[in-house]
């Protein structure tokens, strides 16, 4: 199972980028990598997903490596609204055995 | 509207009660999950469902049930041998095309908080 490793928390101001690291060392090849958002009390929501090389789309990017051994989420701009944790997902070719980490939780200040 | 419905939002158990909890998805999705999350902490999956009449232990399985009799439903029971059953109780699914797609996105439910009187 490819485990991955973020920073417990991480705190930020609006209107500013930022940046969340996600190490998977073990990575498989066949592997994807996705993060998902989640509010207290909710559900996590997906944001992106990518495989290598660089994912945008109009929430988040997902910046990969080469080595694929760890991953970036970028948040432009961030604001009150993003204060969630977010969690990086590394699943295996049959998807059986993605595993949440506890996440990084993101708090935006004014 | 597609989706996964689950119920009910609050659930509470008594000591040596068991208590089911209710996931439905008519998205179509071959693929059911079901989680636990405790305060603070990131989801750990109890059980797993890749197709109908079948079903895979997850981390933490112990203390818990699932049965997978239709692909829309997947019913988790929290039994009296679950010591510890207070926690939040996410179910979630995709659509396991793998190796078609290469990718899967797993789609949650609003989730239900279960509480010991």
């Known amino acids: 199972l490819a485990k991955t490793t973020q920073p417990i928390s991480m705190d930020s101001y609006e209107g500013q980028e930022v940046n969340i690291t996600c190490s998977h060392n073990n990575i498989a090849t066949n592997d994807y990598i996705t993060w998902y958002q989640q509010f207290p009390s909710q559900g996590p929501r997906f944001i992106i997903q990518?495989?290598?090389t660089k994912v945008t789309n109009e929430v988040a990017s997902l910046f990969i490596p080469a080595d694929r051994k760890s991953s970036t989420l970028s948040l432009p701009r961030v604001s009150l609204s993003d204060t969630a944790v977010y969690y990086c997902l590394v699943g295996d070719i049959n998807g059986n055995d993605m595993r949440f980490g506890a996440g990084t939780r993101l708090t935006v200040k004014p | 509207d597609g989706g996964i419905t689950q119920s009910p939002k609050y659930l509470f158990r008594k000591e040596g009660q068991n208590v089911t909890l209710s996931c439905e998805q008519n998205?179509?999705?071959?693929?059911m999950y079901w989680y636990r999350q405790d305060p603070g902490q990131g989801l750990r999956l109890i059980y797993y469902s890749q197709i109908v009449n079948d079903f895979q232990k997850g981390d933490i399985a112990e203390g818990y049930s699932v049965s997978r009799e239709k692909k829309e439903s997947f019913p988790l029971t929290v039994t009296s041998a679950q010591k510890n059953p207070t926690a939040f109780y996410l179910c979630a699914s995709s659509i396991d095309l793998i190796r078609r797609l290469g990718q899967e996105t797993q789609y949650f439910g609003p989730g239900t908080r279960l509480l010991v009187l």
């Open positions: 990518g495989y290598k």
């Open positions: 998205l179509n999705h071959d693929a």
